[in-house]
Nanobody
Framework: QVQVVESGGGLVQAGGSLRLSCAAS????????MGWYRQAPGKQRELVAR???????NYADSVKGRFTISRDNAKKTVFLQMNSLKPEDTAVYYC???????????????WGQGTQVTVSS
């Protein structure tokens, strides 16, 4: 059974940093894109950053230059380094992984349970 588990959220002051991690496990045969999304209260879920298996990245304009996404393919893990945090970065952050499992030859999207990031002013 596939599990996608995030960690690293918390409360930080404006200008501070946090590092989120997300590990996928359970019958995985291949991982394609990995990404981070966020959802603030009363708003739709939005893309923060994504990274391909080959390491190509893309970012939301609002986080460019402040956030860095990376991955460790051997450990099936994706990271989000968040620097110069702002109160508007406050949201629940979700990990998304496109992966293939034993017995199913197609990629499917899996989501983590979310981790809260709160930035105080």
């Amino acid at each position: 059974q596939v599990q996608v588990v995030e960690s690293g959220g918390g409360l930080v002051q404006a200008g501070g940093s946090l590092r989120l991690s997300c590990a996928a496990s359970g019958g995985i045969t291949s991982i394609n894109d990995m990404g981070w999304y966020r959802q603030a209260p009363g708003k739709q879920r939005e893309l923060v950053a994504r990274i391909t298996r080959g390491g190509i990245t893309n970012y939301a304009d609002s986080v460019k230059g402040r956030f860095t996404i990376s991955r460790d393919n051997a450990k099936k893990t994706v990271f989000l380094q968040m620097n110069s945090l702002k109160p508007e970065d406050t949201a629940v952050y979700y990990c998304n992984v496109a992966l293939m499992t034993t017995g199913w030859p197609y990629y499917r999207d899996y989501w983590g349970q979310g981790t809260q990031v709160t930035v105080s002013s």
